[in-house]
């Protein structure tokens, strides 16, 4: 039973003195049955960012988590699982993010999913408890990003056939926008030497970027949903960073950075700021959207290896 209709239930059986006819009771509407647009659902703000690039005014596009939070571990509210309900597609990432992904979309089992990772060959993760499963943070590379573009352009046009053109239109643009960040942030990171290259952040986040633009990766964890600093990964990479003369170390937005600041203080290097990986930040941060999470990530790593921006 739905929401609206528990609550005409309600008011027939238990409110007879104010004499109301359930059948002269309206049936109330929810809030996406009174909008003419569909309702897109997305896992993460990333992702609804991506696709509002695609959707522009056609569709009503939101993520089921908000600014600053931790998507792996995520659990579901009432809300959310009303709105699940209400929705006319679900996006996701795929390759084991959302862990509480199955729980949230049985909620909503007759409602389209479209996994915007599929048909993409992953990176694999090499060590730790997660050793051959997917790297699952795919979008953090521009160029598979158009992959991400692709999937959500044809679950649109499936949805919305009549918007068809104006989907593949936005979808040019924008995948010419991710084309152009790809070559600046090549660019950019192109100024550090090579023998420097090596990224340290708390989670392996960085992978598909570091691929991109012949980087190494370090890091604490592999995923945040194994967010523990166990002494034997605090001393792998306090070792790494002291044995590489790294000078500088990060973490990400929707973590504690409190591990790394140690790792910082051991081995005399900078702790240079939070990544936005898993979370765009608000309106008003400096990564409100992907193209901005992209280069402020940028920009502190360049700011940390002491290259002018």
């Known amino acids: 039973m739905k929401r609206f209709s528990l609550i005409r239930y309600l008011l027939c059986a238990f409110i007879p003195i104010f004499l109301i006819s359930c059948k002269s009771l309206p049936e109330a509407k929810s809030s996406k049955e009174y909008a003419s647009q569909p309702l897109v ?26 600014p600053g939070a931790e998507i792996h571990g995520y659990k579901p509210t009432p809300s959310d699982l009303v709105r699940a309900s209400e929705a006319d597609l679900i996006l996701e990432n795929g390759l084991g993010l959302e862990l509480w992904a199955a729980k949230f979309i049985s909620s909503a089992e007759n409602i389209p999913r479209v996994v915007l990772s599929d048909g993409m060959k992953p990176l694999l993760i090499e060590e730790d408890v997660y050793r051959g499963k997917p790297n699952p943070h795919a979008w953090m590379s521009p160029k598979r990003a ?14 919305d056939p009549k918007g068809a053109k104006i989907y593949l ?12 960040l790809d070559l600046e942030l ?26 991109d633009y012949g980087f190494i ?13 166990t002494p034997r990964r605090m001393e792998k990479l306090i070792q790494i960073v002291s044995r590489n003369n790294v000078p500088v170390v990060f973490c990400e937005s929707t973590v504690s950075e409190k591990p790394q600041l140690e790792v910082a203080r ?3 290097s ?4 939070k990544f936005f990986v898993d979370s765009l930040s608000e309106k008003d941060g400096p990564a409100s959207t992907f193209l901005d999470l992209q280069r402020h990530n940028v920009k502190l790593i360049l700011r940390g290896f002491s290259i002018s921006e």
Not at 146 to 159: E, G, P, Q, R, S
Not at 196 to 201: A, G, N, P
Not at 270 to 273: I, L, P, S
């Open 169 to 180: 239109e936005n979808a040019r643009r924008y995948k010419n926008e991710l084309t152009q």
């Open 270 to 273: 900078t702790f240079g700021g």
């Open 41 to 66: 659902l997305t896992t993460f703000t990333v992702l609804a960012d991506i696709a509002r690039n695609i959707s522009g005014d056609r569709l009503i596009i939101q993520s089921i988590t908000k």
């Open 217 to 229: 990766e370090a890091y604490l964890w592999p995923v945040n949903a194994e967010s523990q600093v």
């Open 186 to 211: 090549r660019r950019a990171l192109s100024q550090i030497p090579e023998n420097k290259r090596i990224l340290v952040s708390c989670e392996g986040a960085l992978s598909y970027l570091a691929d």
């Open 266 to 268: 051991i081995t005399k």
């Open 146 to 159: 158009l992959h991400y573009v692709d999937n959500i352009t044809k679950a649109f046009i499936k949805l």
